[in-house]
């Protein structure tokens, strides 16, 4: 190795990931590669089959002073969320355990304890795993899953005069909501059938990387109404925008209708807010996708938990 | 956490596995869940869906002075031996990658480019994967696929009377087999078909906890005829018994026909031995499967690369 060659801090993930993916081959039965929230490929007439992975590393998604059980909740929730985020349904987990030899059965029972609890909420199989040694503790979870195969959705297909929305309310979450999010597994299936989103995705990694994210995979620009972005109780906006973990929708949908959906979102999550806070424009207009990285990246020098 | 408690290296990987699946809940879908090469779940009438996770952590799995593109061959090629110990077909794969921000880029795309190759080979969509920071390399695979609902194969259901064989030869795999070993993917199908074993699984820990693993899935105890199993050139019965990563398949059949089979099998694999290396008794005769532990143990102080 060179000293000259990229770092991943130098490149950053978006980035790694499309280097990586270039050249992949994908055959007919992969409607949907990398690049969503979940891969969707084909399976019965009626149904697609959703496939996605997801992993917590110690020090960097959490640490070792959470409670256990919630280490477990969050991995689970995680991808959970990522399965609203299509409209779809998640149905078996398979899970990867990396930890330390030295580490207490009784904190991985914990971690158990807490998928166990989650998955059985959703619905949700553990069908099997993996153990292996390593330095720190790290959890992978893949998941499979179905949805509709005339109501899956994509953060692709966003178009220039949609509307964007959020779920909930945004910022702050690493006080607590970042381990007892709520995935809005109900609520996302509600919008694929009653939304009809041209595109939507979970915001896992801040609002200020995902909604440049699904208007890039849309081709569109995007305009945010700073004011109108709904903060968590103390969060001022750059935290809604930047801190990550919100686990909420984000959606693009068509202006027209917007105000009955917004009436019959009302009567179905009275709880919940559901709220307007920007719009995708056509390229030359507004923010252009790929100048605003201010959210989480996962191998940036300045990214610290 | 008090001092009392016991440490993974205490209790060693399979009864960490039994005591984490524990209290585990499954639905009707699920036709085998953890403990097998895969699991299994309901899909077609025809066909069910195995899933399977699989992980290789730095310097347990291999070291950063290794090719790149072998290990991401390497990482690959062992979930689609656990197909192929299904009598199964792999379709699609999520890539999980955890690496410190200092790695270089192009150390990746090696990674990349030996799992692209292997995945054409054999058939298999790469739709995702997740990156994420850590303090060492970490890959993660998940898979999914499909196996004839009417021959797929467990470990579990070895009859007392069964004769156990191996395909190919074994020991020694750390000169480089277990880097470049062939998923004996085709010969598993084959095996599936004309052979019908009663259980099935591939030799990843090595004989010496494989094939008691079998044993004790299937609720009987076995027999190893020392002098016919088969070793790789200069390796020792110590080192095909114990060395691990040989990633050849162990199967149980019922004594008649087997003659033909081995015949027929000759015909269709003549560069590849199938061999006798013992049987499957009742409890009470030949050697019990929880007596024998000299196998790798993820987990085990002294496991070491």
Redesign the interface.
């Known amino acids: ?1 060179t000293t000259k ?7 950053g ?1 978006d980035k ?2 499309r ?3 270039r ?5 007919g ?2 409607i949907a ?4 929230d ?2 969707v ?1 084909r ?2 007439k009626n149904e697609h ?1 959703l ?5 917590l ?1 110690q020090d ?2 959490f640490t070792l002073d959470t409670p256990p059980s919630l280490i477990g909740r969050k991995a689970i929730a995680r991808v959970v969320s990522d399965f609203a985020a299509m409209g779809g349904t998640p ?2 987990a ?16 914990g971690i ?1 304890r807490g998928m ?1 609890a989650i ?2 909420e959703y ?1 949700i ?12 503790l ?1 959890l ?1 979870i ?1 998941m ?1 899953g179905t949805v509709p195969s005339k109501s899956w959705l994509s953060r692709s297909e966003g178009k220039a005069g949609d509307v964007v929305l959020v779920t909930g309310r945004l910022g702050g979450s690493i006080k607590g909501k970042h381990l007892k999010f709520i995935p809005r597994l109900e609520e996302g299936r509600w919008l694929a059938v009653h939304a009809r989103p041209h595109a939507m995705m979970d915001i896992s990694d801040g609002l200020a990387k995902d909604l440049p994210r699904l208007a890039l995979a849309s081709g569109t620009h995007f305009e945010i109404n700073v004011a109108a972005v709904p903060c968590n109780r103390g969060c001022t906006f750059d935290q809604a925008w930047g801190d990550g973990e919100d686990y909420e929708l984000l959606l693009a949908v068509n202006p027209r209708g917007l105000k009955s959906l917004l009436r019959r979102w009302r009567e179905a999550f009275p709880k919940l807010p559901l709220t307007v806070i920007g719009r995708l424009v056509p390229p030359g207009q507004g923010c252009p996708p790929y100048a605003v990285n201010t959210g989480w990246d ?4 300045s ?1 610290d938990v």
């Open positions: 190795m060659s990229q770092t991943l801090a130098e490149i993930e790694l990931i280097r990586l993916m050249g992949v081959k994908l055959d039965d992969v590669g990398a690049g969503d979940c891969a490929v399976s019965t089959t496939l996605k992975t997801d992993a590393v960097v998604h149905r078996h398979m899970v990867t355990l990396v930890a330390p030899p030295s580490m207490e059965v009784a904190f991985l029972s158990y166990r998955a059985k619905g199989n553990i069908v099997g795993g993996e153990t292996s040694r390593g330095l720190v790290m992978s893949s499979s996962h191998f940036a020098l990214a």
